[in-house]
């Protein structure tokens, strides 16, 4: 083989300008001509002009601007035919095969030891919006200097959606297969849907929602070598309001949520008096024989775990308050003085979301929790609300402080593949009387806005109710998507 032939064939395979050592194995084929072969890369490699992405903003609210340049910096004159900013978002969903057991997905997309995933080939993927926009106000082919040239770029996010798969809903749910999904545009004149571009959200490679601009410089046909970069954008929904009608946007009211556990402890020795009607129970079964023949008492103790909060709807950017509460159910607090104290030993706050997809019948769990938090080495007295009527404890007014921080929680939203609502968890460990820690558990449903709304009286995006500008933004851990599935010129 030639040095012309070799040079020819990894041309054609497309390897020219990645890192050399992608040539050792060509090389071997000649390897007097290695040494020429490796000077000739690194020189082409020197002299490749380098496209920079540089954005002002990657958080951004839907109806607002994501701006910044792209940099281009020639060694050489270089001919282009143009220079654009893509904004792509898609959403992609899995399609599940009838009879899997949903609850173990995330899991066994995760850990190679887990059950086997029973998924379909295919997935549902729906593209929310895709503009491209020209940067190079110049005719194709144009021969731009060597040195650094500066291409500003706005990109307006779009407030609605411009799938337009919602109107085949009702063919979709009756003709039920795991075939590819065909996204479709939006017929209405403007090219979008009546659905509010969704959040960015990338938890697993099922249930997926991401934004990126892509910056492409585009050279004549036979360089066969364009330049491209990419930067994701955390995009940011809305919720729908009435703004004029005050009854639409009342929050909804405080809500409680409870559960009873009933546990045992030991106690002084309890005359048999104490045993009336509102007060602990004596226990059965073999510890009360127990307490007939010794100086210490078992009791049954039924206790309630509660979650109290102000309103379902929550502003992501503020700091969660809600309150929780361990309810012995006696008639006076005065009934448990000197019988039962309690010790809070650890509590665990978790923000759970609800995922559910078109390509299931079934609503299910499919992301993992957001620890809000996590204190196990806690050893905790309690004190009653109250030296008298109901006996009350609370448990988070310590331990909770400064609130709950949910900023890193996607909000709530709904969409064609995907439907999106959370669950706050609670797990409180409780000690009584210095004995055995009891688990107790609860949750309440809880509705996650992101502090942006859409007035659906005026048709327009209301102002914000938080600066995004000054929001950090991290990249979430079990990106597990493939991006070539999904984004770049289809």
Not at 188 to 193: E, I, R
Not at 277 to 297: E, H, Q
Not at 330 to 351: A, Y
Request: proline residues 7%; contains cysteine.
């Amino acid at each position: 083989m030639t040095y012309g032939a070799l040079w020819a064939n990894d041309a054609q395979n497309n390897l020219i300008g990645h890192p050399v050592d992608k040539f050792r194995s060509a090389a071997l084929a000649c390897p007097y001509q290695y040494k020429e072969i490796v000077i000739s890369i690194r020189l082409t490699l020197i002299v490749m002009p380098k496209l920079v992405l540089k954005v002002d903003n990657p958080i951004v609210s839907i109806g607002n601007p994501v701006s910044g340049i792209v940099l281009l910096r020639l060694d050489k004159p270089t001919i282009l035919d143009d220079v654009k900013i893509q904004f792509k978002g898609v959403s992609v969903t899995r399609l599940v095969a009838a009879g899997t057991d949903l609850n173990t997905l995330d899991g066994a997309g995760t850990d190679p030891l887990g059950p086997p995933m029973n998924i379909g080939s295919s997935k549902e993927k729906h593209t929310h919006v895709n503009i491209v926009l020209s940067l190079f106000h110049r005719p194709h082919g144009t021969e731009l200097p060597a040195g650094e040239h500066v291409f500003p770029f706005i990109v307006n996010v779009p407030e609605f959606s411009q799938c337009g798969c919602p109107t085949r809903i009702r063919r979709y749910f009756d003709d039920f297969t795991l075939a590819q999904w065909q996204c479709e545009r939006a017929a209405s004149p403007s090219g979008f849907s009546n659905i509010l571009l969704p959040p960015s959200m990338k938890r697993n490679p099922f249930r997926q929602i991401d934004y990126k601009l892509i910056a492409i410089a585009d050279r004549p046909k036979f360089y066969n070598s364009n330049m491209s970069q990419t930067a994701y954008i955390t995009v940011i929904s809305a919720a729908s309001v009435h703004a004029e009608d005050p009854s639409w946007n009342i929050p909804i009211s405080k809500k409680v949520a409870s559960r009873v556990y009933t546990h045992w402890a030991k106690s002084r020795k309890l005359p048999n008096s104490y045993f009336v009607p509102g007060a602990l129970p004596k226990v059965s079964g073999p510890m009360k024989l127990i307490s007939i023949s010794t100086r210490i008492t078992f009791v049954d103790v039924p206790a309630v775990l509660e979650i109290e909060i102000d309103k379902s709807n929550v502003l992501v950017f503020d700091k969660f308050r809600p309150r929780m509460y361990v309810t012995i159910q006696v008639d006076d607090m005065s009934r448990i003085n000197g019988v039962l104290s309690l010790m809070l030993k650890s509590l665990i706050v978790t923000m759970t979301a609800r995922d559910s997809g078109f390509a299931n019948r079934r609503r299910f769990f499919s992301e993992t929790s957001d620890i809000l938090c996590d204190r196990t080495d806690i050893s905790m007295l309690l004190e009653p609300l109250t030296i008298s009527g109901p006996a009350r404890f609370r448990i988070d007014d310590k331990v909770l402080r400064d609130g709950l921080d949910i900023s890193r929680c996607v909000p709530d939203f709904r969409i064609m593949g995907l439907t999106h609502t959370h669950e706050l968890r609670v797990a409180a460990r409780i000690s009584y009387n210095g004995g055995a820690t009891n688990l107790m558990e609860a949750s309440v449903p809880v509705v996650l806005q992101s502090g942006v709304d859409y007035d659906l009286d005026s048709d327009r995006i209301l102002p914000p109710r938080y600066n995004f500008a000054d929001s950090a933004f991290e990249r979430q851990p079990n990106d597990a998507g493939n991006e070539g599935d999904f984004f770049g010129e289809e």
